[in-house]
């Protein structure tokens, strides 16, 4: 299984980014999917995440900013991103927790995509 995350780039302070993370491989299902991040010099923090029903929660720094969504025939979880700040720069993971015929259940990591949001 392999998660592939795209769409992160340069963008100023207010502006909006779209991600997307694509899993492809032997899958039964994915349950969870989810965006973390690690800016310089912190620990990895989960951004947002989203079940296979479509329950999503949200870290309190991005409520009301990002909305995390999921195409499930697909495999493909997106993270709208309005209203950037500085502060939100970092590394984005994409996560997913997934069911392999061959391997069960097992969690993935994306590549990262970096953002960067200037002030």
């Known amino acids: 299984v392999q998660l592939q995350a795209s769409g992160g780039g340069l963008v100023q302070a207010g502006g909006s980014l779209r991600l997307s993370c694509a899993a492809s491989g032997s899958i039964f299902s994915i349950n969870y999917m989810a965006w973390y991040r690690q800016a310089p010099g912190k620990q990895r923090e989960l951004v947002a995440a989203?079940?296979?029903?479509?329950?999503?929660n949200y870290a309190d720094s991005v409520k009301g900013r990002f909305t995390i969504s999921r195409d499930n025939a697909k495999n493909t979880v997106y993270l709208q991103m309005n209203s950037l700040k500085p502060e939100d720069t970092a590394v984005y993971y994409c996560?997913?927790?997934?069911?392999?015929?061959?391997?069960?259940?097992?969690?993935?990591w994306g590549q990262g995509t970096l953002v960067t949001v200037s002030s």
């Open positions: 989203i079940t296979s029903g479509g329950s999503t």
């Open positions: 996560n997913a927790h997934v069911i392999s015929p061959v391997r069960g259940p097992d969690d993935y």
